[in-house]
């Protein structure tokens, strides 16, 4: 259910040990079990933010039932993570957050 896409214009070493270390806390902050957690990340992306080409992330985090409530908190932590991880100033961090409708979500040839 939850997908969360990383998208950079940095260079990351191993960007395989980001998606693992992103799942985790996705799993945990949206309380929902890992096995239904994807994580996308795409670096050396061409990326420009405030007319200057220094690190910045996008991010797009995807999941059925996203509390809106929490996504001012979502924030606060996903930005914690990313400029943890990464190094990158929360503010040079977009984040879109959506919640599909279950039938507007497709796994294993069905929908949820």
């Not at 795409?42 to 039932?65: I, Q, R, Y």
Request: glycine share 8%; proline share 5%.
């Amino acid at each position: 259910m939850p997908l969360l896409q990383i998208t950079t214009n940095l260079s990351i070493e191993d960007s395989t040990a980001l998606a693992k270390d992103a799942s985790r806390v996705i799993a945990v902050m949206l309380g929902k079990p890992e096995s239904y957690v994807m994580v996308t990340v795409n670096d050396k992306t061409p990326l420009v933010f405030a007319g200057s080409d220094e690190p910045a992330a996008h991010l797009k985090l995807k999941s059925l039932g996203l509390d809106e409530s929490k996504t001012s908190d979502y924030s606060t932590h996903l930005c914690g993570f990313i400029q943890n991880i990464l190094g990158i100033s929360p503010a040079r961090i977009y984040i879109e957050f959506s919640s599909p409708q279950r039938h507007m979500w497709g796994w294993d040839g069905g929908t949820f």
